[in-house]
């Protein structure tokens, strides 16, 4: 069972705050970015929603290096030391899983939604 | 430690067991006879008669690591390999439970191999997940992957004991724990075939082959399986790493083992969010980086593993 710091959650709620400010910003216009950030061995957050076109941009805030490996192989970063980043643009709708390949217990997935006006899940 | 009756001496035994847990001692490996047996004090291998075979087990020396759990973890390896160079009882070789290094990278690699030479003994290693982080695992394979299957397994043997190197690294799955894969499987089936029950057999992995805490990834998914081929030998002892602090456990005829990193501890499972380098007070780190003494004698059951600190 994993313990959530009063930390984490603001920077989840950060997070999510982003994300939402992203999405209004982003009504009839491209699609903002999205970050996730790793800290204490864990995908913060854990799962995204995204609109098509959105590059989602991770960054690894541990002392220990990670990767970002798609369980489906669309897509893998080298391995990130503290402080690297990766990015992946999603342009096709569908959910991504994905983990870290070096410690898979750490797991994610990205959602990104129907085009704009379409109703229907991929 | 002294105790004046019975009674004291149980509880002193498993006080003794539970400081070495956090003080940080190396492991010091005696087979005497097949099974392994861990004597807990160091006082007692150094006193022993000249063993049939003692080596040496360090492991995550995670060279290229510099956070502030410890800046300078080459230091400390080389501290390490001093110790080495000082005991009474000189090894047979090493064994490197793996994460040599911190990011695999070409450098670190050589700044490893330079230190760990300086103990001028032979040294048998199996990767961690830190060594593997090129795609095809080519920088580990190109130095230490000569004779080696797969990703780097193989077996030898040395005074009758049968040694297995396993790698539990590559092809990990999501969500999941480490992974022996089938065709390493089949090979330890092949290898194991035909030697006689009798034979102590010592194996030797990155990630534990038993479940350690599965929620940090300390664990190997298809583990039960090699277990069940080594079932039928009267000694075998399972030494890893990956974990950064000491665990024992013991399981019929099998002694699982595992020991302190030469870089930083790691929280004790689920005392922190997270697995991940601890920091701990400066004068308090070399008391919980260590390296590993074990020792062989025939007729005795058991290997003596003797963890020992840098320090303290």
């Not at chain 1, 369980?71 to 690297?84: E, I, M, Q, W």
């Not at chain 1, 999603?90 to 991504?96: A, L, N, Q, R």
């Not at chain 2, 019975?6 to 539970?18: H, N």
């Not at chain 2, 992995?205 to 030998?233: C, M, N, Q």
Request: glycine share 10%.
């Amino acid at each position: 069972m994993r313990t959530i710091k009063p930390g984490m959650c603001v920077v989840t709620a950060l997070a999510v705050a982003a994300l939402a400010a992203g999405a209004l910003a982003s009504q009839g216009a491209p699609a903002a970015d999205a970050g996730v950030q790793i800290d204490q061995y864990a995908f913060l957050p854990q799962r995204i929603t995204v609109k098509p076109g959105t590059t989602v941009t991770w960054t690894n805030d541990d002392d220990a290096p990670h990767t970002i490996a798609s369980s489906a192989k669309v897509f893998k970063s080298r391995p990130l030391d503290t402080g690297d980043k990766f990015s992946f643009t999603f342009t096709t709708p569908g959910t991504y899983a994905y983990f870290c390949s070096v410690h898979p217990q750490m797991t994610g997935t990205v959602t990104v939604e129907p085009a704009s006006g379409a109703g229907a899940g991929p | 430690m002294t105790s004046d009756h019975d009674e004291a001496r149980g509880v002193s035994r498993r006080k003794i067991l539970e400081c070495m847990t956090w003080a940080g001692t190396g492991v010091l490996w005696t087979v005497a006879g097949g099974v392994p047996r861990s004597t807990g004090i160091i006082a007692e291998a150094t006193a022993a008669e000249p063993a049939g075979l003692t080596f040496l087990q360090i492991s995550d020396s995670h060279v290229g690591f510099d956070k502030p759990a410890n800046p300078n973890a080459l230091g400390t390896l080389e501290e390490a390999v001093n110790k080495i160079k000082a005991l009474p009882v000189k090894p047979a070789f090493i064994i490197h439970t793996g994460d040599i290094t911190h990011l695999s990278k070409p450098s670190e690699f050589d700044d490893a191999d330079r230190i760990i030479s300086q103990a001028r003994f032979d040294v048998h290693y199996v990767p961690g997940e830190h060594d593997v982080l090129d795609e095809d695992v080519k920088l580990y394979r190109d130095r230490y992957g000569r004779g080696t299957k797969g990703a780097g397994w193989y077996s030898f043997d040395a005074n009758g004991v049968h040694f297995i190197g396993l790698v539990n690294v590559v092809d990990l799955k999501a969500g999941g724990l480490g992974n022996l894969g089938n065709e390493q499987l089949e090979w330890l089936e092949g290898d194991l075939k035909g030697r006689a029950a009798s034979t102590p057999i010592v194996v030797f992995a990155h990630i534990p082959l038993w479940s350690v805490y599965p929620a940090w990834g300390w664990g190997t998914e298809d583990a039960a399986r090699a277990l069940g081929y080594l079932k039928r030998f009267g000694s075998v002892t399972v030494l890893n790493g990956h974990i950064h602090q000491i665990m024992q456990k013991v399981e019929g005829n099998v002694t699982f083992h595992t020991a302190l990193s030469t870089a930083f501890p790691q929280p004790a499972p689920g005392t922190a969010p997270s697995p991940g380098p601890l920091k701990v007070a400066d004068d308090k780190l070399r008391s919980v980086l260590g390296i590993t003494d074990v020792t062989f004698k025939r007729g005795q059951q058991r290997l003596a593993i003797i963890d020992k600190p840098l320090q303290g």
